[in-house]
């Protein structure tokens, strides 16, 4: 890439590697030149929280405002009822409009830690909902006013949806048809708006070049688009994931101690780019810190764990993670913020297998069981080797610490 931006935003963009595809570098830059302009990213409610792969756009986003433009969080209230087939191997599953507004309700609450809507400021934030345009739609009219412009040889060459085909997967026509809303979303946010730039992974190129030439053919309007790398960590992995599941922002789905702990795993060779993505610490500070080696990386895994957390749950809450993380690891104690699960006398006797397995250390008594055989199970620091040991309620005068290999641990109490 040899374009030289002149605009702030593009300038992060691009030194902090956020920037995979742009579909006009020169015409966004001039465009961001001109004053605040708007900008969007799509969110479908497709669980009750976002979770780490989606913090790239988040962060986007609060980029997009910091350098004095006004973000636009939109979620998918409407397009969820379809479903995005993008790189999927089979359609997803339908939900309610109970369960989309169940779940956009949990999204809402982690945007607040990362972008202002309050301010009153000309770059304020807003937060909408494109259910309020799609839901209401015309059928016939909407086929002739807007499926016109769809030619569906192009739509069978975007990647996303070819890919699919190829490896002769069913693709439904609902799902044909999410392209289109999305397109549609762009034209009517640009309409209602003036929202010049739609953002969003690489996996949404299609997505996006759709809704510029709808829009331009519709309205008449110039639109821009720009695309983020899709992240695997070194080793191969899609971001997002951890050995026990998703990596959730809600505090609710994920405590702040494992989330913190999350970041803090990062493998040496991600720790540069990471902090360049995740944190607002400068250029400078991340490459001298990814390019610390030995022990010394460490101390650049505990900066880029205090300051993600920071952003996401609040300064005291990355701070309470890093005092229970030096307290488990460094002084063998129990730490007060390590994920807790709390019994009643009614729950009690239980079995060590079935408290590992409530306590989320692992999905199943099988899984668990395997754990203990292979001595990656501890209870207070000592090894765990007896499968069939119960814990009744005099076990619990004090907590107990269960622990799943050096790094994962729970705490057990009585209510």
């Not at 087939?85 to 949990?106: K, V, W």
């Not at 795993?265 to 080696?293: H, M, Q, S, W």
Request: with cysteine; aromatic share 8%; hydrophobic share 40%.
């Amino acid at each position: 890439m040899t374009y030289h931006p002149k605009s702030d935003f593009i300038a992060v963009m691009m030194e902090r590697g956020f920037l995979a595809d742009c579909t006009d570098y020169q015409g966004l830059d001039e465009a961001l030149l001109k004053g605040c302009q708007p900008g969007y990213i799509g969110f479908d409610a497709t669980a009750k929280s976002l979770h780490v792969g989606s913090l790239i756009q988040i962060m986007m986003l609060r980029w997009l405002q910091k350098t004095g433009h006004k973000p636009i969080t939109l979620m998918g209230g409407g397009t969820t009822k379809v479903g995005d087939p993008s790189f999927r191997a089979e359609e997803r599953p339908l939900l309610t409009p109970a369960q989309i507004d169940e779940n956009i309700a949990g999204i809402k609450k982690v945007f607040a830690a990362y972008i202002d809507y309050d301010s009153g400021a000309q770059n304020a934030a807003l937060m909408l909902n494109n259910d309020e345009w799609l839901a209401d739609l015309n059928y016939l009219d909407f086929l002739r006013d807007i499926g016109r412009h769809f030619s569906v040889n192009r739509m069978l060459s975007f990647e996303s949806v070819k890919s699919r085909l190829d490896r002769e997967q069913s693709l439904s026509f609902l799902e044909f048809n999410y392209m289109i809303l999305q397109a549609y979303d762009f034209m009517e946010l640009n309409r209602r708006y003036g929202c010049i730039l739609q953002m969003g992974g690489s996996d949404q190129w299609g997505n996006i070049v759709n809704g510029i030439d709808l829009t331009r053919r519709v309205i008449d309007h110039e639109v821009y688009g720009l695309t983020s790398p899709l992240l695997t960590t070194s080793d191969g992995k899609k971001m997002g994931k951890s050995q026990d599941g998703a990596v959730w922002l809600n505090a609710d789905m994920r405590s702040p101690y494992e989330f913190w702990q999350f970041w803090r795993n990062t493998t040496d060779a991600d720790v540069g780019r990471f902090l360049k993505l995740y944190t607002e610490l400068p250029i400078d500070e991340c490459a001298r810190l990814g390019a610390l080696a030995g022990s010394e990386i460490n101390t650049a895994k505990i900066i880029l764990a205090n300051e993600v957390t920071a952003l996401c749950h609040g300064a005291e809450a990355a701070k309470a993670a890093e005092a229970t993380a030096r307290e488990v690891f460094e002084k063998g104690g129990i730490g007060d913020d390590l994920p807790t699960l709390t019994l009643g006398t009614a729950d009690l006797p239980a079995s060590i297998v079935q408290l590992i397995v409530k306590s989320g250390l692992a999905k199943s008594g099988k899984e668990a069981k395997r754990l203990i055989a292979e001595d990656g199970a501890r209870l207070n620091d000592a090894p765990l080797t007896d499968a069939g040991l119960m814990i009744e309620a005099g076990d619990l005068a004090q907590p107990i610490k269960l622990s799943a290999g050096k790094k994962r641990h729970a705490l057990v109490q009585l209510a």
